[in-house]
């Protein structure tokens, strides 16, 4: 291959992206994943001279990811709920010894 040719296929190659390096964020909660998970997933689909395949098998994998961190997501709202309801109980009960003792 020729110098002129081998320039001219550089040239008609697409421009090469710099990336950005992303800040660092912590992962302190299912949110936390779910917000990097759905970068990811649209970095991948965005790129438009990636495999198929291998799009569809990353694509697959963060979507199995984001699914477990939803259910881990909702796991902890659940908890936080029957805590809730164990303090008002807790307080209640409480109030109501409180009450037994006054009347003695």
Do not use: H
């Not at 009450?99 to 003695?104: E, G, L, V």
Request: aromatic share 4%; glycine share 2%; net charge positive.
């Amino acid at each position: 291959m020729n110098l002129v040719k081998r320039v001219e296929k550089l040239e008609a190659r697409p421009p090469v992206l710099r990336l950005v390096p992303p800040e660092p964020c912590a992962f302190d909660a299912p949110a936390d994943v779910l917000a990097v998970i759905a970068e990811a997933v649209n970095a991948v689909r965005g790129d438009v001279y990636a495999d198929p395949a291998e799009s569809a098998r990353t694509l697959g994998f963060l979507s199995s990811v984001a699914l477990r961190a939803m259910e881990a997501r909702d796991i902890t709202a659940r908890l936080e709920a029957v805590e809730r309801v164990l303090l008002r109980r807790k307080a209640a009960e409480e109030v109501e010894a409180a009450k037994r003792k006054r009347s003695w």
